[in-house]
């Protein structure tokens, strides 16, 4: 497991892939229960999930007590909620619907304190330091200027949204999943190759394998809903299914 911001951000560099979890459902315990599964680290999605602003430094304690790296997508991309949730315990941002390479130096900015950043001193708990500065790509725009964006200085990684890319692109649909598959992929490559660590949104483990495999390194392999989903829906049809006579 990584055991910090600084160590997801050496084994990145490196070309080593770190291996993290999603988190939308709200309350510490669910992120204890994340960390403990040995994830390097678990995002906590502000801009869809249900955990509030409020809850963040429980969370994110938790999370870091439980062994992991506390990371959060931010509401918006606007800089207050770039910074509330540095200032909330997290080690790092993943920042949404990032227009273009400018709007990358405004983000990393916003993550860094003077005199190399913008960002308010304020801080009330977790790490101080250089958090993670992660941008999401899933617009055209950010597609369209993806060799300047992925030049930024200071940028950490890129992440793709790929359902919100595809509705950009117009790539919807399951009619559309080889071409927005080789758009994923021609993405994860242009990264590589510019030495960016890179990651693309996931569902479950056989899907972030495969994007490992290509050279991904921030992987995302489950999403703490769909699993639990999954998980007790299987436990359900095991149980409905099974023959009469074994039922003691």
Known sequence: MASSELDLRSRWSAGRPCHGVWNVLPGAVTGEVLART?????VVDLQHGATSEAELPGVTAAVTAAGSV???????????DIGRPLDLGAR?????SVRNAEH??????ACRYAPT??????????????PLAIVMVETAGALDDLDA??????????????????????LAGEEHRAELRTVLSSVIARAVAAGVPVGVHAFD????????????????VAVDAVS???????????ARNRPAADRR
Do not use: C, K, M, N
């Open 117 to 130: 950043g913008s960002r308010s001193a304020g801080r009330l708990s977790g790490a101080g330091g250089e």
């Open 228 to 238: 639990l989903g999954a998980g007790v829906g299987q436990h359900l049809a095991a």
């Open 38 to 42: 040995g994830a390097d680290f678990v």
């Open 92 to 96: 790092g941002v993943l920042v949404p």
């Open 205 to 220: 483990g056989q899907e972030a394998a495969g994007f490992a495999a290509e050279g991904a390194t921030i992987v995302t």
């Open 149 to 170: 964006l992925l030049a930024v200085e200071g940028l950490d990684g890129v992440y793709v949204g790929p359902v919100d890319l595809s509705l950009s692109l117009g």
């Open 70 to 80: 506390p990371l959060v997508r931010a509401r918006s991309p606007l800089v207050p």
């Open 104 to 109: 990358a130096r405004e983000v990393v900015s």
